[in-house]
Structures are given as C-alpha cells and as structure tokens.
C-alpha cells in the first residue's frame, strides 16, 4: 500500500452525537492514543415505540404519523430476527439543535428498526404530552440548570424536557384535501380491508370547508355511521346550532335534509351547571358521496368511542391562516374563559392530541388535565395561560364573539404577573410529571 492521505468519500454526513464523537477520536489520534474504543450500536441511543408520531417531510409530501409506519414503507412491515436498516434520501424531521439552540428541520441520514427490549419508559410531561423510549434512547433534559444527554432509564421526574417554541409552516402548503394528502402515503399504509369501497374526492380549502372541519371536530359524542353510506349523519341540538351549520353546508354546495326528534334536557359546561335547558335535537343528514368518504376517512376511522375526535392529521400541511380558521371555530362551539385561563373542554382526550401540537405553530404552548370527578363522566381540559401565550392565541386565531375579544383583553391585563410566561428561547423546557416502566411493544424504530 502506498503512503499518503487517507480520504473518505461519503455522501452521508454527521449528525447527532456524530461530530462530537469524531472530535474526540481525532484529538485521540493527535495526541498519539494507542487504543481508543467508540462507544454505541446499531439501534441503540433513539429508539422510540412504534406508534409513536413523528411529522418527516420527504419528497413525496410531509407524513405525519406512526413512525412506524413509516419505516415500514422503507423495510416492510414487522421483521423481528434482527436489525433491519435503510438509508432515505431527502427525509426531514423538526428537532432541536443542543449546540445552536435553534429547531428546524434536520436530515435524516438512517433509519432502522429492531425488537423491544421487555421494558420500556413511558415519559409524560407537566403540560399532557407523553413519549415512550427505550432505556438507552439518548434525552437531552435540564437538570439543576444544567444540560444533559442522559438514557432513558436515567430520566426521572422534575427533569425538564424541550418542547419547540413555534414549528414551521409548510413552504407548499395545501390548497384542497383529496384521498391522498388526506393521511399520507395511502397506498403503503391504508388498510383496504378497513375501507373496501374508497371512491376519490376533492374539496378546496375554502374558509367555509375549513369552518365545517372545526364543526365536525367538536362533535366529540358523535358516533358516525359502522359502515361507510353515501350520506353523513350529524345531531345537533337547538336553534342556534342548527342554523350556523345549514348556513356552512350551503356555503360549501352540500346537499342536505334536516329532521326534528323531540326535545331533551341538556347541560352547557361553560353555563351555569345548576341550570338545565330544554333543547329540541336535529338530524341533519349530508346527502354527498364524496363528502360521506371524506368524513370517513379523516374522522370516522379515527374515532374512538368514549375517546371523541380528533385533528386530522393533514393539517400539519394546512397554512397557518387555514388552521387558525379551524381551532378560531372550534374553540367557539367548545371552549371558554375561567379565572386567568383560557379553557377548552371535552369529554375525551383525543381531539387535543393534535390541537396542542397544532398550536405550536403559532407559538401557543398549552397543557391537557383529566379534570373527571369520581366515577363521573369524562372531562378534560385544554389550557392555554401566560401573557405570551394569551396574546399569541388572540393575535394568530381570534375569536368570532366580538365579547370575547374584550375578555381576552381583560384577561391579558390581569395575567401581567403570571409565572407561566418564560424566556424567549426556540424551546421551552417542560417538567417530567411521571415515569412509568411499561411492557416492550414487540418493535422499536429509530432515525439517526
């Protein structure tokens, strides 16, 4: 062999932990260290459980959903005997950047995916938000003050945990939603035996579609039809309901017949409890084929029973002007002021999955709390306090209620002292509230 400069020609290039451990071995080198080990392995140090969501942007659009998924477009569904590995091109994904500071999209070098190990963490933080690793996923979290990349095993409750301050907005966001930006990749991750008679739609982004989506999110108890029909079902319950909902479906040109059923006592959260009303309830019954498959797919596939409804996931493609029109009218069909907070209830959960995320694209940071009561029904809050955020929520959404602009004001005034504001900073730093050792989920996926 010939002496000279040993090159290396790759087109991948470091990230992560990779530039600091190349430093060290190269300063290993200079100094004349014989021996010189490099700690890590394949599937080590970022594995996450499979459902886990993840939001990549790739080349054929930005998916958002289980990682999982994901990687089985990549390497096949569930392989177990042994590490499985594959390099995309042009894949993304938001992180934050220890060294910067800054969050912003981030290569993607590789991807792979292995079996669980039999224990697993379960991270849930201060603010709703949960994440489920492995022991030796690699957490950077505050502790004391300081920073530090620790396993996941090691996390423990009081460390505080980054969260974005703000997430980008698509450069090509969407102007329509059909069959194949809505859930991405459809042909790789629809389950035909689910869906057996997908027929195409299209429906342009208009304020008023968006008006109906924020609608159709609310409806946290409807329970849509078990088998897809050419026709979609809503029950609403009085006069006022009724109206703004007919006015919205002959502003988008849907079809559609409305029947009377007796009327029945009802509760409003944000009224007076003590005080019943009696509301006379409506059938409205949309009669479009396409809008039915719509409902179905983005909605109906995605509800659980005592769980409600929840964002679809295309909005992470929708501009910030069309996702402020949504949550703007579905926090005034849900939610309301209490004290120094702006509340949002539901009987479930899971429509604030993606609402508290959807926020952060405008730079609003929110927390989700089981407020049920005993054996009562189900109740949770979204919450949303803090000058900053308060003035985020009242400058980038709005409210449609000229009073409740003026309540927010006074609100804004009032909280001028509160200790939820932070430090301007690309991140905010969450406390763990709780870590929970949970059974292995059979695969565990990770990207580097």
Not at 5 to 30: C, E, H, M, T, Y
Not at 219 to 248: A, M, N, P, V, W
Request: hydrophobic residues 35%.
């Amino acid at each position: 062999m010939s002496q000279g400069d040993f090159q290396l020609i790759s087109k991948f290039r470091p990230s992560g932990d990779q530039p600091k451990a190349i430093a060290g071995l190269v300063d290993g080198l200079n100094k004349g260290e014989k021996y010189q080990t490099l700690l890590g392995a394949t599937g080590t140090g970022k594995s996450v459980a499979w459902r886990e969501t993840v939001t990549v942007r790739c080349p054929e659009g930005t998916y958002r959903g289980s990682i999982g998924k994901l990687i089985d477009s990549l390497i096949g569904a569930e392989q177990f005997a042994e590490t499985v590995e594959a390099y995309p091109e042009q894949w993304e994904i938001v992180a934050w950047n220890p060294e910067t500071g800054e969050t912003g999209w981030q290569p993607i070098s590789a991807v792979s995916r292995h079996e669980s190990p039999a224990e697993m963490y379960r991270l849930e933080t201060s603010c709703g938000r949960d994440v489920t690793v492995t022991g030796d996923h690699s957490v950077w979290v505050l502790r004391a003050g300081k920073l530090k990349l620790l396993p996941g095993s090691e996390v423990v409750t009081g460390d505080a945990l980054p969260v974005p301050r703000i997430l980008p907005e698509p450069e090509k966001p969407f102007s329509f939603i059909d069959e194949n930006n809505s859930g991405q990749f459809p042909d790789k991750f629809w389950q035909p035996d689910f869906y057996p008679t997908a027929i195409p739609f299209k429906f342009n982004l208009t304020e008023e579609f968006c008006q109906l989506i924020a609608f159709i999110l609310s409806r946290s108890r409807q329970h849509f039809q078990e088998e897809i029909s050419k026709d979609t079902y809503f029950h609403l319950y009085g006069d006022k309901e009724r109206l703004g909902i007919e006015e919205i479906l002959n502003r988008c040109n849907l079809s559609f017949t409305t029947e009377i059923t007796p009327p029945r006592k009802r509760y409003g959260f944000f009224d007076k409890l003590s005080i019943r009303a009696e509301e006379t309830k409506y059938v409205i019954t949309v009669h479009n084929e396409e809008f039915s498959h719509f409902v179905w797919r983005n909605f109906a596939l995605t509800t659980h029973r005592y769980d409600g409804n929840q964002l679809p996931d295309f909005w992470h493609g929708l501009s910030n002007h069309h996702l402020a029109i949504i949550l703007r009218n579905y926090f005034g069909m849900t939610a309301g002021f209490y004290k120094k907070s702006f509340i949002c209830a539901d009987s479930g959960w899971r429509p604030f999955n993606n609402i508290q995320e959807a926020l952060l694209r405008f730079g609003i940071h929110s927390s989700i709390e089981n407020r049920t009561a005993g054996t009562g029904p189900s109740q949770y809050h979204l919450t949303i306090e803090g000058v900053s955020n308060l003035q985020s929520l009242q400058k980038h959404i709005g409210f449609e209620a000229p009073e409740d602009n003026k309540r927010i004001q006074k609100l804004i005034r009032e909280s001028a002292d509160s200790a939820v504001d932070m430090a301007a900073s690309s991140v905010i730093w969450t406390p763990v509230k709780t870590v929970e050792v949970v059974e292995g989920e059979g695969l565990v996926d990770d990207f580097s």
